[in-house]
């Protein structure tokens, strides 16, 4: 489908805190066209910007060769598959609406005939990722017992090692992270060479 296209909503679950905007719905068309019956598709993407939800990243072996193991432990916060079902619902409202029917043929996934009762097996069973993982090296005061690296990068315990990249982030952005990990770059940069 050409011209390539998209949107984005951010806006408050019911379970939000104040200010809050949680949940984020990305309208594109980027999906094989051989999963629709027409050859065309709207993808209405949801995700939680703000997971209660904490993964993990272990080392296998002191090998730096070998790929450590990532666990993203993705929907496991109180909150978070509350808030996906919440999402995907609004989601499919969006694409239920007069004007989308004008362009859409049906609902592909999870499909006209699931019911909200389904709704998180089918969410679980096919949870994906933007790829913007952070906050696995997070930043943090002298007394913060998760602070890989301070508030210029440098790794505790470590001389002349900086880590400046999003991993750095003391929690994740409700946002994607190129402008933020280049803010953070910049900050640093300037705090330590003065320019």
């Not at 929907?75 to 694409?95: H, N, P």
């Not at 906050?135 to 900086?162: I, Q, Y």
């Amino acid at each position: 489908m050409t011209p390539a296209g998209g949107a984005l909503v951010w806006t408050a679950s019911s379970e939000a805190g104040e200010d809050e905007l949680d949940i984020h719905i990305s309208a594109t068309h980027l999906i094989d066209p051989a999963f629709s019956p027409t050859g065309g598709a709207i993808v209405l993407a949801v995700s939680i910007v703000r997971p209660d939800s904490i993964g993990t990243v272990r080392l296998s072996s002191r090998d730096p060769k070998v790929a450590p193991v990532i666990d993203y432990n993705f929907l496991t916060g109180s909150r978070d598959l509350r808030r996906m079902v919440e999402a995907v619902k609004l989601s499919r409202r969006i694409g239920r609406n007069e004007l989308f029917g004008r362009v859409a043929d049906s609902e592909l996934l999870p499909g006209d005939q699931v019911t909200d009762d389904e709704l998180d097996q089918i969410i679980l069973d096919n949870l994906g990722s933007y790829e913007h993982p952070t906050s696995t090296a997070p930043m943090g005061g002298d007394h913060d017992e998760w602070a890989v690296v301070d508030s210029e990068g440098a790794v505790r315990g470590v001389e002349a090692l900086r880590v400046v990249d999003a991993s750095i982030f003391p929690e994740v952005p409700s946002t994607a992270t190129n402008l933020t990990a280049i803010m953070t770059a910049e900050y640093i940069f300037q705090r330590v060479y003065g320019k």
